[in-house]
């Protein structure tokens, strides 16, 4: 019997060879146009780049984008099927704004980025984006309402109720799990939303289609289809696949046999109750089930885990900010009506300026706007050329820390937002959170930004009103009331990660 070091020989032979086959006719992009931005101290190792690649960008930024001009850093991590990312300037950022997927693929770089043609994770249909915009703008007054009957639902039973009883739990485990169970009131009818492995599943979805990546990317592409497999992230993704699209089966079937995916029922299904239905009512009429179950999938991905980072990292902002806690405390408690039945967002300014400056030097990504170019291309601001198959993208987070833009661009001042929009009122509705500008790349840039923003924005506005209101907020380190200054937030590629040893702590007001 083969002992399984002896497979994995075996394997590697077999991708040597198959690598050699792959290079005589497999070529990179001509990039050698473009310089390259590594780090001053020749240290480019894979470890140096999963942690301090907010330097390596702000590097590059200051040194090409800044001038004008493209660069280009290395991935050095196994599982890509590109070499370089271009980072491209301001100008050139806006030129591709409005350009079609089919030119700029979005869908394209998300798979070479979460490495999705190894791992099995779900792709997103052409036609989902635009369908969830549609659907939210529409029914975006519903959707606050339940979203925020939701969350005190949530609140409620996973909170302590006694006055001055203490709570105090480990953030990002606290928020997914609330996150999904919103969410998923949504997305998804009642029988989904109210079953616990359904919720369990959709809550891990993001863990596994990060961690199957970042397993993967441990592999050089020529070994990785192989390996693939075997790994028991990729394993635990895929059939988490599966499980949802028999999950959304019956749905599919009912849709079908309702009549409501005639064409001539377009505007009917873009008013509906549940996200499933503003989904259908953007799809072409031949969608199948994997396509629309897929679509759930990365959805839900996208719905969860980033807000729950955000929300992590501004409730430590506003936590190591104590100047800050009192007035939006007595914001909110002036949104929240006073039987306590709901919030009036529009009262929440100071809220979403706080949350934009949070936004601002803490991105989700590092990174945004993240496109593979399918033809040639050349800038019309610049002359530059891209050959088909370069990917490029904007450096959101290195743009929000320009002293160029922002004053004193490394501190957090929470009232920054606040004062730009008094003494710009004339502009002041760019500067709202949720809103794509050149300088406020958080959520992406024109035609491709996120379509799910506005609904992201509301959720975080609403959670943090309720715990304001509702609890005496503090935070904790390793058991103990914390009261220092600001942590530094750590990434690990380009995606944020909200620090573990800092727990919220909650006594009921």
């Not at 936590?319 to 002036?334: D, G, I, S």
Request: charge should be positive; aromatic fraction near 10%.
């Amino acid at each position: 019997m083969v002992s399984f070091a002896t497979f994995l020989v075996i394997l590697a032979l077999l991708g040597l060879a198959l690598q050699f086959v792959l290079n005589k006719w497999r070529k990179e992009p001509a990039l050698d146009h473009i310089p390259t931005q590594q780090f001053p101290d020749g240290d480019n190792s894979r470890a140096r780049y999963l942690t301090d690649l907010r330097y390596l960008l702000e590097l590059g930024y200051r040194r090409y984008n800044k001038v004008g001009k493209a660069f280009k850093i290395t991935i050095p991590i196994g599982g890509y099927a590109v070499k370089y990312r271009v980072i491209l300037p301001k100008d050139h950022l806006e030129e591709i704004k409005h350009l079609s997927n089919d030119v700029f693929s979005w869908q394209l770089a998300s798979r070479i980025i979460f490495a999705q043609d190894y791992t099995g994770a779900p792709d997103r249909g052409k036609w989902s984006g635009k369908a969830l915009r549609v659907g939210i703008h529409q029914n975006l007054g519903d959707i606050t309402t339940q979203l925020d009957q939701r969350i005190v639902e949530y609140f409620s039973s996973h909170l302590s109720q006694q006055k001055g009883s203490v709570d105090a739990l480990n953030m990002m485990s606290f928020f997914i799990p609330t996150i999904t169970y919103v969410t998923n009131a949504l997305l998804v009818d009642s029988r989904l939303s109210s079953d616990p492995e359904w919720l369990r599943q959709t809550a891990n979805f993001a863990v596994n289609r990060y961690g199957a990546a970042d397993d993967v990317r441990k592999w050089p592409p020529y070994l990785a289809n192989i390996v693939a497999p075997f790994i028991p992230s990729v394993r635990r993704l895929r059939a988490q696949r599966e499980y949802v699209m028999e999950k959304m089966k019956p749905i599919y079937e009912e849709l079908k046999a309702s009549g409501q995916l005639r064409v001539d029922d377009k505007k009917l299904r873009r008013k509906g109750t549940f996200g499933y239905e503003w989904l259908w009512g953007g799809t072409p009429d031949d969608v199948t089930l994997r396509d629309f179950s897929d679509t759930m999938m990365r959805t839900m991905i996208a719905a969860i885990h980033t807000t729950a980072k955000t929300i992590s990292v501004a409730l430590i902002d506003l936590l190591t900010n104590p100047e800050m806690v009192e007035a939006l405390k007595n914001e909110a408690q002036e949104a929240v009506s006073p039987d306590h039945a709901s919030v009036n967002l529009d009262k929440l300014i100071k809220l979403d300026c706080f949350l934009k400056e949070s936004q601002r030097l803490s991105p989700v990504f590092l990174f945004t706007m993240n496109r593979i170019v399918t033809q040639d291309y050349e800038f019309k601001c610049s002359g530059l050329r891209l050959p088909k198959g370069t990917m490029v993208t904007g450096p959101a987070a290195a743009i929000a820390t320009d002293p160029d833009v922002f004053r004193d661009p490394g501190t957090f001042d929470g009232h920054r937002y606040y004062r730009m929009r008094e003494e710009a009122k004339d502009s002041a509705s760019s500067l709202v959170l949720g809103m794509s500008t050149i300088d406020s790349l958080g959520f992406g840039l024109g035609n491709q930004a996120c379509p799910g923003r506005f609904l992201a924005v509301n959720n975080l506005k609403l959670m943090i009103a309720r715990l304001l209101t509702g609890w005496e907020l503090s935070l904790e380190s390793r058991g103990r009331e914390y009261k220092g200054p600001r942590p530094v937030m750590a990434y690990n590629d380009f995606s944020v990660v909200p620090p573990s040893e800092y727990n919220l702590r909650l006594r009921k007001l």
